[in-house]
């Protein structure tokens, strides 16, 4: 049995790494894709993960299957194909460490998982899958996504979900919107920054935000992200906030993904200790949410996304000091 399964798009990072002697932009090749950053960030604690998706048969697909397989995730269910090439994203960085990307997936091979090439067994056998949107933004990965999302939801798996919105990938924003709420009505667990918040909901105000989103998709636990500010969270009829971590950023890439890692590492902590997921109490989660904080604060200390993702010892040594 795995701890978390994840679905979706694994692909390579392009991140700025200074500047030529002519004055060109240089670029570090990392490993990234949200799914594939969360499981690191799991693995890297040593929980058991397993990816599933798609990459091309070239040179960037074989750095990926080996990434995967040196932060011991489970690759078996990661297919290569010679139908497209592996995805690629440059990653921009602003002074502040604050990122945006440039994709180039026209098509990428993530887009290419069909549904029949879907490890079932895995997924039953999971305690958290783990899925985002952009699996949903094109056939005929959307509708192994969904198949996916029905396995794991006929089993009573706990699925999370991080709808990681990314408008260059979508067509239109209206096709964005039906996709994601599409993925809500499966799920127990989602994650949202403060702008996919006010995307789904139309507000700002993070509790009514919250408290739309919760009862009309039967959420369990939500949490939205305010960099470092920490965490907004709604936990069925409760809400509450979580202030982060003082550090030196360098690079905010992946910083969600392992906050949602550091979630799920928590969340797998008490089903271990007995305790569902709808059996938390509110001393539970703070520390759920000061732990994910932490961890999402980590990797924004280093460059990169996967190379990112701190261990239990770091993350434990933070909580207790305040400051990195």
Not at 52 to 68: A, P, Y
Not at 115 to 131: G, P, R, S, V, Y
């Amino acid at each position: 049995m795995f701890d978390v399964v994840a679905l979706g798009e694994i692909l390579i990072d392009f991140t700025p790494h200074g500047n030529s002697k002519n004055g060109g932009h240089l670029f570090e090749q990392n490993p990234g894709g949200a799914p594939a950053n969360v499981l690191a960030a799991l693995s890297k604690q040593n929980y058991k993960t397993a990816f599933i998706g798609k990459v091309g048969q070239d040179e960037f697909g074989d750095f990926l299957k080996q990434t995967l397989d040196n932060s011991n995730i489970d690759s078996k269910a990661l297919i290569m194909t010679k139908e497209a090439n592996t995805t690629l994203a440059f990653v921009h960085l602003e002074n502040n460490g604050e990122r945006s990307f440039s994709f180039y997936r026209n098509p990428g091979a993530d887009m290419m998982l069909r549904k029949d090439e879907i490890n079932k067994t895995i997924i039953e056998k999971t305690k958290i899958f783990h899925f985002g949107s952009i699996s949903m933004t094109h056939e005929p990965v959307a509708s192994a996504t969904i198949a996916a999302l029905k396995v794991a939801k006929e089993n009573n798996v706990i699925i999370s979900f991080d709808p990681n919105l990314r408008p260059a990938l979508w067509s239109n924003l209206e096709h964005a919107k039906k996709m994601i709420q599409t993925g809500l009505t499966y799920t127990d667990i989602v994650k949202v920054s403060e702008e996919e918040l006010q995307f789904l909901t139309g507000t700002t105000d993070l509790s009514n935000g919250t408290e739309k989103i919760i009862k009309e998709f039967d959420i369990t636990f939500l949490c939205v992200t305010l960099g470092e500010k920490g965490c907004f969270y709604r936990y069925k009829g409760t809400e509450g906030s979580v202030n982060g971590f003082e550090v030196s950023v360098k690079d905010t890439t992946g910083a969600g993904d392992a906050f949602l890692g550091g979630l799920l590492a928590q969340i797998l902590s008490c089903l271990d200790e007995g305790i569902g997921l709808s059996e938390l109490n509110e001393s539970k989660l703070i520390d759920i949410v000061t732990f994910a904080n932490a961890v999402g604060a980590l990797s924004t200390t280093k460059m990169g996304a996967i190379p990112s993702m701190p261990t239990l010892e770091e993350i434990n040594k933070l909580i207790k000091k305040g400051t990195y």
